[in-house]
């Protein structure tokens, strides 16, 4: 189907990562996705995409920007996975876009290989504000477990408070090699 489509950080310029901002800005989701305050505007983000720890890609859906997912906290072959959708990969039911781009995100990052054709990652593992039932719901349709819940694991800049958080994981086992064609 060719439906998902997935542009490293190298092959965007700031303008595209600029416009990536706006998208998510204009889909409300901003202060979710950035729930700890690290990014404001547009500078901010572009210049969190553009630090070595950050490995990022955009995330297209039938051709149009629909996301994105950036990798950090890297060690031995596991790293915390970080996502967000637009409006325009929002749906219902196991079908909707962004569980389609969800598991393709997921099945594709569990299957990069480095120059020895070893996978790189065996694990990828995120932390989830447990206030967002929706997101916790949507993950588990697309190969995340949830491992548990960790006491005070999500700091929210607007309120100055931690909250409890869930803790996720997604291994190659638990994708599809069949999402890779989505």
């Known amino acids: 189907m060719n439906q998902c489509m997935l542009r490293h950080k190298s092959a965007l310029s700031n303008t595209e990562l600029a416009h990536l901002w706006r998208e998510l800005r204009s889909s409300g989701t901003a ?28 995330v297209y859906w039938k051709g149009r920007p629909a996301g994105f997912v950036w990798l950090n906290d890297m060690r031995e072959k596991s790293a915390r996975v970080h996502f967000a959708f637009f409006r325009n990969a929002w749906g219902r039911g196991p079908e909707a876009p962004s569980i389609i781009l969800a598991r393709f995100m997921n099945a594709t990052l569990l299957r990069l290989k480095d120059a020895n054709g070893e996978y790189m990652l065996d694990m990828l593992y995120g932390f989830t504000p447990k206030r967002n039932q929706i997101a916790i719901k949507r993950m588990q349709l697309t190969g995340v477990v949830i491992q548990g819940e960790i006491p005070h694991g999500a700091w929210f800049a ?5 909250e409890d958080a869930v803790f996720s994981t997604v291994t190659r086992e638990s994708t599809e090699e069949a999402w890779l064609d989505a």
């Open 31 to 58: 202060s979710a996705v950035f729930y700890g305050g690290q990014v404001h505007d547009e500078y901010e983000f572009v210049n969190l995409v553009r630090l070595h720890c950050n490995h990022f890609w955009a």
């Open 158 to 162: 607007d309120t100055g408070k931690s």
